[in-house]
């Protein structure tokens, strides 16, 4: 068995970014920017009123002043005159500033009578005027890689960006195998139970930015998964689901070696996890993953999550980790990196965490209530309350 580090090590060996593909603005939104984008307009394109008022020219700025009002700019209909001394602009916010304006005076600190205005008092030094490229100028530009999320995709709106340079999204195959399991809205006989990794790991990629393509579920024999295998035409991983153990009916390994599958590596000393692979078949990076439905999200969360990370551009980097207080004792760990469900509370900016009592690998109840996994090292020393610990938060 090799470690965790070493194991994900070894995924991202397998993987690389993907082409680049030209979308619309609109179909961008969480996708990630695969080269760096420039502006090609200033904004604001035109020096503009902060605040609604008055356009004047700053030596009228004196309490008593009385102006005449001879036009107004609003947004998207400036005034093409010019303001000169002794006259004024009625203008709102985010309209151009007339020529021959160097001050916006607020409505607050005027009075209105007829075509006149006339000034209560002083109010500030602030000019209320946001110059011409304020908040960028052309040629300024969004650093790639990066995720667009919304407050990005309205910057690339204003820089007038219709057209996107993203990575592709990563289609990624999803087999489950094993005779015992059935499909969602089958009935399973006696002896069978539900396929439910599957859905939960289709969630996980589409969540990250991939797509997934679920497969006929594989039973337990060689021709069948053989020809699941084979129907794996055009993605760019395949993820098994089971069968990669050492029993008598864990048929994906030595299956996909004798299709001519480069082992990377077969076994992780994590838990859960232990039954973990990865290599290349037929050029395409495979990832199998244990079939019981817990070691399968975290081995998900683990391995899967970074290699879409690194197949979107965002570069090889592990599963995030933050620190935490623990909440209560724990005994020495084993030989296996532990990845514990656990809940994570956060009172006034401390965060602590307390792992669950049962920690048995098939109970998918604990994982739904779980929102961390607690990180223990292999070979961790007891731990007691109030130390400092390692967490991957889940939601």
Avoid: W
């Amino acid at each position: 068995m090799i470690s965790v580090k070493q194991a994900l090590s070894e995924v991202l060996n397998l993987i690389k970014p993907l082409d680049i593909e030209i979308v619309d603005l609109e179909q961008a939104g969480n996708r990630v920017l695969a080269s760096k984008i420039y502006a090609n307009r200033d904004q604001p394109p035109f020096k503009s009123s902060a605040m609604d008022g008055y356009a004047i020219n700053s030596k009228d700025l004196n309490p008593g002043a009385e102006l005449r009002v001879i036009g107004q700019s609003v947004a998207g209909l400036g005034y093409n005159g010019k303001v000169t001394k002794g006259n004024a602009v009625r203008i709102f916010t985010g309209a151009p500033v007339p020529k021959g304006s160097d001050h916006i005076l607020i409505q607050e600190d005027c009075k209105k009578s007829d075509d006149k205005i006339i000034i209560n008092k002083l109010f500030e030094k602030n000019n209320f005027i946001r110059p011409q490229g304020g908040d960028f100028k052309i040629g300024d530009s969004v650093d790639a890689p990066v995720e667009l999320d919304p407050s990005l995709i309205s910057l690339l709106a204003a820089m007038n960006i219709s057209k996107v340079p993203v990575f592709r999204k990563p289609v990624i195959a999803l087999i489950a195998t094993g005779d015992e399991l059935v499909a969602v809205g089958e009935v399973p006989k006696e002896d069978q139970i539900i396929s439910s990794n599957n859905y939960g790991l289709k969630t996980l990629i589409e969540t990250s930015g991939a797509i997934a393509r679920l497969l006929p579920i594989a039973r337990d024999t060689a021709q069948e998964l053989k020809t699941v295998l084979n129907l794996c035409d055009n993605v760019d991983l395949i993820v098994t689901l089971g069968g990669a153990s050492v029993g008598d009916y864990d048929l994906v390994h030595s299956t996909a070696e004798n299709m001519g599958m480069e082992t990377s590596f077969y076994k992780v000393a994590m838990r859960p996890g232990k039954p973990l692979m990865a290599g290349r078949i037929s050029g395409i990076p495979i990832l199998g993953l244990p079939g019981n439905p817990v070691s399968a999200l975290v081995c998900g969360i683990v391995f899967l999550k970074p290699a879409i990370n690194a197949m979107l551009g965002k570069g090889n980097a592990a599963f995030i980790t933050q620190n935490a207080i623990l909440d209560r004792d724990l005994p020495e760990n084993g030989p296996r990196e532990h990845y514990m469900r656990a809940t994570l509370k956060s009172d006034n900016g401390i965060q602590t965490v307390e792992p669950f009592d049962k920690q048995d690998s098939s109970l998918l109840t604990v994982l739904s209530k779980a929102n961390a996994l607690l990180v223990r090292p292999a070979n961790d020393k007891a731990k007691i309350k109030g130390c400092n610990v390692k967490i991957i938060p889940l939601k």
